[in-house]
C-alpha cells in the first residue's frame, strides 16, 4: 500500500503542472506537540495515536529525537489523543476539538509510572487557543454557532459580521455585485477592503462566481460545519490573490446516524405596512418558507460514512413603488392639466420663428402617430397627473433549491477519501411597475470537491484536491413575442430573432482544480 500512496503522490505532481486552477487551500488542521517527563526532558519515540470521536479511526505516530510528534493532516472535529512510552503512566486527553485550519497544540506530560496505569484528562469539547506557529489573523465561526445563532434567511454569511472586521455590502444600490447578479446573499466585505477582494472556498475549492467578490454557491446551513474568515498575513496554503478569504469545512457523516428537518416560515401576517405606504394602505405582501432536512451516518462502521442535504426557498416579496407618470388623458393627447402650453410643430413659420400652440393643449386623435399609441400598452398611466403620482408593488420571486451528497471513506490506517457534490438551481424574478421593465437573474451552479490525504512516511504527507465549479448567472428583462411587430415595427429577419427578451445576458463559468500540499513535521509545500 505504500508504493500505492507514493505512486498517487507521482501522479498528484505531474497532474499539477497541468493544473487549470492554482490558489486552493487546505481545510485540514495539524495537531502537534512536544512529550515531556516531569523533570523537563522531552522522551523519544514516545507512540502517540490520535483518535477520532465522530468516525473511530485512529492515527498513530511517535516523537522524534526532540520529543517532538505531529499529525499533518487533521479534519475538523472532536479527538482524543492518548501518549505512552515505557517507564511512563499512559495519559489520555479527551474530547477536545480540532478547528478548520488549525495548528493545535497539545503539549503532554507524562509522569513516572507503569505505561499500564492511565491518566485521563477531559477536554469536554475545549479547542487549543494558542497557535504558536501560525501568524494568521481570522476568526473562526464555529458549529455551535452555524447550528444555533438565528438566521434570517438562513444565510452563513451573516455569521461572519461576529467577527470584528467583516461588515455586509450595504444596500443592494451600492452593492454592485448584487445589481449585477441579482442574488444578496453572496458578498461580504473583509477587513476594509473592497468588495471584489474577497474570496471563497469550500473544502478547500475556490467557488468565486462570475463577478469578484461573489460566492457563486451559497451552500445550506444544514451543510456547514464551521468556516473561517481570512482576514490577513496568510499563510502560503490560502494563496496571495485575496485581500480577505471565507473558507467553509462542510459535514460528513459520523458512526451515529443524525439528521434534521425544518421549515422556517415569514409572511405578511407579521408585517406591518411600510413607512412611506399611504394610510390606508395594508402591509405589502411578504410570504418566505425555507424547508429541508440533512441526514449523515455511517455506510460501514469506522469506514465508510455518508451525508445529505436538501434545503428549498419559496419567496414572494413586494416593495412600495412609486414614480411620476403622465395621465389617462396625456395618453390620449390630452395636456390641458399643464401650465406648460404645448405647441404644434407643423405651425412653424421661419419668417417669425414662432408656432402656433394647439387648442386647449389638446393634441387632436389623427396628429398621433399610430405606432405610439400602440407603444402606450407597455407603460402605465394614472388618474391625474402629479409628483409621484403612481404607487404599486411589483412582486419579486425569489425561489431556490439545493442538494448534496458526500462520501467519507477510510482506506487503511495511512490512507482517506472523501468526495462531494453540491447542486443549486435559484431562479430570481424582479418586477416592476411597467409591463415588460422587470428583469430576472437565473442561476444554476453546480460544485465537486474531492481529497485523497495519504501518508507517505512518518513524516510526510499528501493531500490531493480535485474540484469541478460549473456556474451560470443570467440577466434577462421580460419576455413576450414580437413585441416589435405588435407596435408596427417589421424588419426582414429571422422570426426567432423577435422572441427573445428586451434584455439580456450571460455570465458562465467552468473551473476545474487540481491542487496537492505536501506536509512534513517543518512546514508544508504545495505543488500546482
Known amino acids: 500500500m505504500r508504493k500505492f500512496a507514493i505512486v498517487l503522490a507521482s501522479l498528484a505532481f505531474l497532474f499539477n ?45 511517535h516523537t522524534n529525537t526532540e520529543g517532538v510528534y505531529a499529525f499533518l493532516s487533521v479534519q475538523p472535529g472532536v479527538y482524543s489523543l492518548q501518549a505512552s512510552a515505557e517507564g511512563f503512566r499512559t495519559l489520555s486527553l479527551d474530547n477536545f476539538r480540532v478547528t478548520l485550519s488549525q495548528r493545535a497544540t497539545h503539549n503532554i506530560l507524562l509522569g513516572p509510572g507503569s505505561a499500564s496505569a492511565t491518566v485521563t484528562v477531559d ?72 468588495q471584489d477582494l ?47 478569504v471565507v473558507s467553509v469545512a ?74 411620476t407618470v403622465p395621465s389617462a388623458s396625456m395618453f390620449k393627447g390630452d395636456f390641458s392639466e399643464l401650465s406648460t402650453v404645448i405647441y404644434d410643430p407643423a405651425t412653424y413659420d421661419s419668417s417669425t420663428g414662432k408656432r402656433q400652440a394647439f387648442a386647449g393643449n389638446i393634441i387632436p386623435a389623427d396628429r398621433i402617430n399610430e405606432m405610439s399609441n400602440k407603444l402606450l400598452a ?16 411589483p412582486v419579486t420571486t ?39 421593465a422587470g428583469y430576472g437573474f437565473p442561476l444554476s451552479t453546480h460544485f465537486y470537491s474531492s481529497q485523497l490525504t495519504s501518508t507517505l512516511t512518518p513524516h510526510l504527507v499528501n493531500e490531493l484536491r480535485l474540484g469541478f465549479l460549473h456556474t451560470l448567472v443570467f440577466n434577462a428583462g421580460a419576455t413576450e413575442t414580437d413585441v416589435q411587430g405588435k407596435i408596427g415595427i417589421h424588419w426582414n429577419c429571422r422570426p426567432e430573432w423577435l422572441t427573445r427578451s428586451l434584455y439580456f445576458w450571460l455570465q458562465c463559468i467552468r473551473r476545474y482544480h487540481c491542487d496537492s500540499i505536501f506536509r512534513t513535521r517543518s512546514g508544508s509545500h504545495r505543488q500546482h
Open 17 to 61: 503542472q497541468v493544473s487549470q486552477q492554482a490558489c486552493g487551500q487546505s481545510s485540514t488542521s495539524v495537531v502537534e506537540g512536544i512529550v515531556q517527563d516531569a523533570t523537563g526532558a522531552v522522551i523519544q519515540n514516545c507512540e502517540v495515536v490520535l483518535s477520532s470521536a465522530n468516525t473511530g479511526v485512529q492515527l498513530t505516530t
Open 378 to 393: 407597455y407603460y402605465v398611466s394614472a388618474p391625474h397627473f402629479s409628483n409621484q403620482n403612481l404607487i404599486g408593488n
Open 123 to 194: 477536554a469536554s469539547g475545549s479547542a487549543a487557543l494558542s497557535e504558536p506557529t501560525s501568524n494568521e489573523l481570522g476568526t473562526l465561526i464555529e458549529s455551535v454557532n452555524v447550528r444555533e445563532l438565528p438566521l434570517n434567511g438562513r444565510d452563513f454569511l451573516q455569521l461572519g459580521l461576529l467577527s470584528g472586521a467583516t461588515q455586509t455590502s450595504g444596500t443592494t444600490v451600492s452593492d454592485f455585485t448584487t445589481l449585477q447578479v441579482g442574488h444578496p446573499d453572496r458578498t461580504i466585505i473583509i477587513a476594509g477592503n473592497e
Open 250 to 323: 462542510t459535514k460528513g457523516g459520523s458512526n451515529h446516524l443524525h439528521g434534521e428537518l425544518f421549515e422556517f416560515v415569514r409572511n405578511t401576517a407579521f408585517d406591518t405596512r411600510q413607512y412611506f405606504d399611504p394610510p390606508y394602505a395594508k402591509a405589502s405582501p411578504f410570504h418566505r418558507n425555507q424547508f429541508g432536512g440533512a441526514i449523515g451516518g455511517p455506510i460501514l462502521r469506522n469506514r465508510l460514512f455518508f451525508f445529505g442535504h436538501y434545503e428549498g426557498r419559496r419567496q414572494v416579496l413586494s416593495n412600495t413603488v412609486k414614480a
Open 198 to 244: 474577497t474570496g471563497f472556498m469550500i473544502n478547500g475549492i475556490p467557488t468565486a462566481g462570475s463577478r469578484l467578490g461573489q460566492a457563486s454557491l451559497n451552500l445550506s446551513v444544514a451543510a456547514v460545519d464551521q468556516f473561517k474568515i481570512h482576514e490577513g498575513f496568510f499563510l502560503p496554503s490560502v494563496g496571495p490573490n485575496d485581500a480577505g
Open 398 to 436: 425569489d425561489n431556490y433549491d439545493q442538494y448534496g451528497a458526500r462520501i467519507d471513506v477510510n482506506l487503511n490506517s495511512g490512507n482517506s477519501f472523501f468526495g462531494q457534490y453540491v447542486n443549486e438551481n435559484s431562479p430570481t424574478v424582479n418586477a416592476a411597475l411597467f409591463p415588460l
